[in-house]
Each structure stands twice: as structure tokens, then as C-alpha cells.
């Protein structure tokens, strides 16, 4: 599957949404105004995967991330979500690798991200890439879930 990553456009806002909704279960996916507010937000960045060549009849974004880089050179990835038929192709790898090159550009020298306690893929996919467990926090998400806390040096 051939993709691109580019950035965020206005336009994608509803389609970035859905795939939020499909990627996560309520009380874990943002409501369309938690995503706006974190889309918008000063200091964040949203990247796009998109297949190339893909025209307007099919699906072309097969997935985005999320991340904020903090002015004490800290950063943290909001949310990465690929749509199920990216998965396992190199969608979500190619996004966490843009998204670190742009936090290391913005002089971050480190990156934390949260992920549910139950969500094993995720944590897979996080520790292939670097990141490491560094704590638990009780009911981060509003369902009562907990959260891991992972982090990774730039």
C-alpha cells in the first residue's frame, strides 16, 4: 500500500474524527470538540497518512497522529489512530517516525504518551518503537480505565 504523510488540512477535521471513533470505544474516543480543541491547540502538529493516488470515491486517509511540542522541550503524542485496513502495513511506524523528527526540529528532547491498560497492540507497538512503561495512573480515561504512561528520549 503506497501512502504519504502530509500535514493536517481544515477539510480533514470530520474524516480524522470517524477514525477516531473506529479506532477507540466510548470513553476513550474524543468527542468532536476534545479533538478540535487538541487539533487547534498552540504548540500542536497533526500529521496525515494518505494513500497516494487515492481519489474522493474512496478512503484515503488511512490514519493520523497527534502531538504537542512543550516549550520546556517536552512533547506528547496526543493520539495516533490508523484505520483497520492500514494496520500492520507501516501506517502507524511511518507516523510516530514523522511526528518524532518534527519534536526533535522543535528541540524536544523527549516524548510521553498515554495508553489504555487493556489496549496490548498498543503497548506492543509502543515498545517496538522505544518507549518504555514509567507509570500507572488510576482512571485516567472517564470509562475508570487505567492508563499507562510511556516515555522515550529524542
Known amino acids: 500500500m503506497d501512502f504519504g504523510i502530509r500535514d493536517f488540512r481544515r477539510a480533514d ?6 477514525i477516531d471513533q473506529s479506532c477507540f470505544p466510548p470513553g476513550i474516543a474524543y468527542s ?10 498552540p504548540r500542536v502538529f ?3 497518512a494518505e494513500i497516494i ?3 474522493s470515491r474512496g478512503i484515503p486517509i488511512l490514519g493520523f497522529i497527534v502531538a504537542h511540542a512543550s516549550p520546556t522541550k517536552s512533547a506528547h503524542i496526543i493520539t495516533i489512530d490508523v484505520v483497520s485496513a492500514g494496520r500492520r502495513s507501516g501506517v502507524g511506524s511511518a507516523l510516530l517516525a514523522a511526528a518524532e523528527e518534527r519534536l526533535r526540529g522543535a528541540n524536544c528532547d523527549g516524548v510521553r504518551l498515554e ?3 487493556d489496549n496490548l497492540p498498543a503497548q506492543k507497538f509502543y515498545e517496538r518503537h522505544g518507549y ?16 499507562f504512561v510511556l516515555t522515550k528520549s529524542l
Open 132 to 147: 518504555k512503561v514509567v507509570k500507572r495512573i488510576t482512571g485516567y480515561y472517564s470509562t475508570g480505565l487505567d492508563a
Open 115 to 117: 495508553t489504555a491498560v
Open 53 to 55: 493516488g487515492a481519489d
Open 32 to 41: 468532536k470538540a476534545e479533538l478540535r480543541a487538541y487539533v487547534w491547540a
Open 13 to 18: 477535521f470530520g474524516t480524522l474524527w470517524q
Open 46 to 48: 497533526t500529521l496525515v
